[in-house]
């Protein structure tokens, strides 16, 4: 007799990476090229937009580092100190331990002879495993990676911060504006698109949301050099 199986891809297990470079990805799009349209509305021309655009890309890639780091390193103490906490309690009171496992699996369904014999064989398998993932909801797949959340952070931003200074490269400075906003629109549309289809989500619906707050970041910012490019000059 042949064993059916079948695989499954579940997008929970792609969560702590995709969200990190999505992040970072969109960031260093709207940022750079919110900056880049700013500082050539104001009347710089292409020397100055383009180091303003290279130091927007370094800054912003270390602050999305940082600020990954430090949040998710957050999350890494808790959940370490929940599992210190709940090592104790395994230690001290074990039969209290034993009936919160029990309790759990009654309210998910089970009744209260079957939901004891599992919590008795899953204590005497793996007892701060079980509770670690059925009482803290803390397990492998979704737990904190610092410093993979910081480096995916850093590398997507500054990818996503490349297309308008390319664009700034290769077009002429009285049309910097208008086409660095063009394509950041285009490739924020892409990247809402691939990080909803990546997650499971509707398609349009991400990439819309993504193209909405990124075409308001760079009006804005070019509605401010434009006010203090003409008050300077």
């Known amino acids: 007799?042949?064993?059916?199986?079948?695989?499954?891809?579940?997008?929970?297990?792609?969560?702590?990476?995709?969200?990190?470079?999505?992040?970072?990805?969109?960031?260093?799009?709207?940022?750079?090229?919110?900056?880049?349209?700013?500082?050539?509305?104001?009347?710089?021309?292409?020397?100055?937009?383009?180091?303003?655009?290279?130091?927007g890309l370094v800054a912003g890639a270390m602050s999305m580092a940082a600020g990954e780091y430090v949040s998710v390193s957050s999350q890494t103490d808790a959940e370490q100190a929940d599992l210190a906490r709940e090592t104790r309690e395994l230690a001290e009171t074990p039969e209290a331990e034993l009936e919160e496992l029990t309790r759990i699996y009654v309210e998910r369904g089970l009744d209260r002879d079957l939901a004891e014999k599992v919590a008795v064989q899953l204590t005497e398998r793996d007892a701060l495993g079980s509770h670690a993932r059925d009482e803290l909801g803390i397990s492998e797949t979704v737990t904190a990676r610092p410093i993979q959340a910081a480096l995916v952070s850093a590398l997507t931003f500054a990818v996503g911060a490349v297309l308008p200074l390319i664009v700034v490269l290769v077009v002429p400075d009285a049309r910097i504006v208008f086409l660095v906003a063009v394509s950041t629109i285009l490739g924020l549309a892409v990247l809402g698109g691939l990080g909803a289809s990546a997650g499971g989500a509707g398609v349009i619906r991400g990439a819309a949301r993504v193209t909405l707050w990124g075409a308001l970041a760079m009006a804005a910012t070019a509605g401010v050099g434009a006010l203090f490019g003409v008050a300077v000059g």
Do not use: C
């Not at 042949?2 to 990476?17: A, K, Q």
């Not at 900056?35 to 130091?55: D, F, H």
């Open 1 to 55: 007799m042949s064993r059916l199986s079948h695989s499954e891809i579940h997008m929970v297990h792609r969560i702590g990476w995709l969200r990190a470079a999505v992040l970072g990805a969109n960031d260093g799009l709207v940022s750079t090229a919110s900056l880049v349209v700013g500082v050539a509305a104001a009347g710089s021309g292409k020397p100055e937009v383009l180091i303003a655009g290279l130091a």
